[in-house]
């Protein structure tokens, strides 16, 4: 499919929610530090399938995957793997901001000391520098011990990502990150994600095609069918855009459904 | 037109009807609450508050009998809230619905909530003074409390921790963190204002309480050395005062002012900080 | 230690919580049915039924066991208060509703909250020094069914008035923008639309409040004049099975002891039948 080596790939993977199908047999590979959007319309499971990858469905009552799923070549659903270093390895943000109702530098230190960082300086540094990362360094320096809930969306939605940042992860799954966003902030988001291309693999859905050209090599579109979700085409975002194969993704990257 | 007429003189019947249970009601409490001021308010003083009873209680204070009271509460509330704060956790947080053991804890717990208060003092009689041979004692009405206001205090901090969105809970997942950390450091400060609302109307409960301490921690009115003495609650006091001991009544409408002075604190400030925090309504029914 | 063996520990310390909480019904229903085992077993069931009188001894052979009495006592008292409170309490949850100005509104249900906060005792008291005498001058001695039934009707008003309260609050407002746009007047909404659509919540009330005015014990004990016998008339003074155990159980020896607990039991075994009436009423809720 693509020549970088596939650091996400799924096979045959499915997801019910109860007695509901969500998503049928998805075969999808994200290739190494490339920005793959994720594109489809509303309810077609790419929610869904985002959770699959980190195995966020755990939490949720009723989910049974079936399929398979390697991370950087590692079976995640092998009994036996270690969750906290799966999440870990891949960082999630979500549609809404969701900073947790701690201060700015806890919800930055909480998760590095849970995963056993716990000396001051080498925490200050890495809570520094993530902060850097997202260009809220300068905005917030002053004000760390302030409620991270005070901060406006953008900046919080930054926080988020500067927060997973700071855990030193391979591979970022975002879901509708600017979509709560006013286009302002929207637009400082958008541009962090760019500039992130190569350092990190990147699955991000979005709603917004424009969006994902400018920012995604790659692009897949999902589609409801009468079981559930299915992957209908994945490839580079010019020929998707451009020169879709399928009818569906024509229809959709022009507007006409979806 | 004659209907017409009918249905307007029902419609004017019933509006005087409802505005007049709603007076009834004011009425009789503003009533209940006006004796009490009336034949109490007067006898409240410093010495009242902190003094010992005297002549069976006719005169005196009722400092002792605070002091009772609020090691019983203590006992209570250090059992209770442990207990509570786990069993509400587990139902919220870590039992999917239709969870045997939730199904089953649940429906036990609404037992427990509707089980009268003197059979909960023939329990308490039986189980902690005899079986557990811990006497009349102010340990053994804590204990039996313990027992009685669990469901108040499970419902409320249960309620405390659905009302944390599950953003949180996601949020802490996708970071790698383990649930006992996002319990203790997102989810249980996120819940505390449940906690607290249910501590509050917990000890309401457990300061109202009488039939269950009769025969649990007992009538002694002097000052208890420690917890395996007896002790008199204030509301034990009151119906001491006015079935046993004649002209009791000026001294047991005292204490009657008292306790309702400090329920009315204490149930009026839980359900203040519940409408604040969780936006909610509570109630003991 | 790792993150999941922390996440076993912490569920299993959960568990043992929750089963804890959950056991103490039934530690109670055993140790009640260990207590009473010696006077089913001296005495039988059928004597707390048919023994001439309540004259209990430490020796079931040497008394007699008769709770129904106390049966009645119990049963009319809390007849009495339910009829009276249930009433009051769903005008005073239409009047929360319907018929208040928003800013009173807000206070009368502050106050009914306020009255379920006060303690039996309390209103045993006032019971005792304001009721009681009111009562015996119109027919001695006071003490009596009809005070009994007044305070408990007090006592149990809170609790059917919040839960119709909550009831009404439950009612679509579709069906009230309907009944308004069909030109029902106030009345005619409430009893034609608003009750029956709350109707399953009102029953849940009316249980959870018949199960207080029999599980209440001091109000009732401090206004009723505790005399064992079948009242006659309402101002005939009587005797609940919750006051004769407040009572009795100070002195109470060996069998005598045993046989409160036997009514504790019965009392228990009443709360136990109320609840799952509720539960049964509170599932038909939720199928419609
Ligand atoms: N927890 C859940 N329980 C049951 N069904 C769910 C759950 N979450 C999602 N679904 C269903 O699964 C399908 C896919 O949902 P999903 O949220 O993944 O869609 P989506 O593509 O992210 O939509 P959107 O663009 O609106 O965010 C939907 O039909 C939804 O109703
Ligand atoms: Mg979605």
Redesign the pocket.
Known sequence: MSDAPAYLKTEALSLR??G?Q??EEIALEVPRGEITALI??????????L?CLNRLTDL?P??RVTGRVWVGGKDIFAPGTDLPALRRRIGMIF?RPNPFPLSIRRNLELPLREHGIAERARLDETVEKALRDVGLWDEVKDRLHAPALRLSGGQQQRLCLARALALEPEALLM??PCSALDPLAGGVVEDLIASLRGRYTILI?T?NLAQARRIAGRAAL?W?KEH??RLIEEGPTRQIFEAPRDELTAAYVQGRRG | MADARAARAADAAAAALVWSSAVLVTGVFAWVLFDLVRLGAGQIDWAFLTGEPEDFGRGGGIGTILVSTGLILGVCMAVAAPLGLGTAVLLAEFTPDGSLLGLLVRRSLDVLAGVPSIVFGLFGNAFFCVYLGMGFSILSGGLTSACMVLPILIRSTEEGFRSVPDEYRMGAAALGMSRAAALRHILLPAASPGLVVGLTLGIGRALAETAALIFTSGYVARMPESLFDSGRALSLHIYDLSMNVSGGDPRACATALVLVALLLAINGSASWMAERWLHRKVSEA | MSHSTKDALLAWVLRACAVAAGLIVVLIVVFLCLEAAPALRNAGWARFFTDPSWHPNRRAADGTFNLTPMLWGTFFAMTGAVLVATPLGVLSAAFLHFYAPKGLAVYYRRLIELLAGIPSVVYGFWGLVTLVPLINRVHPPGASLLAGIAILSIMILPTIALMADAALANVPRAYLHGAAALGLSRWGTLRGVVLPAARSGLFTGVILETGRAIGETMAILMVCGNVVQTPRSLFDPIRTLTANIALEMAYAMGDHRSALFVSGLMLMGQIVLLVAAAEYIGRGRVHG
């Open positions: 929610y109860g509901k969500a998503l489809g319309p509303s309810g077609c499971g790419k929610t869904s399938l959770s949720v009723g989910a549609q879901d509708e859905v709603h999902l409801w559930g979700g």
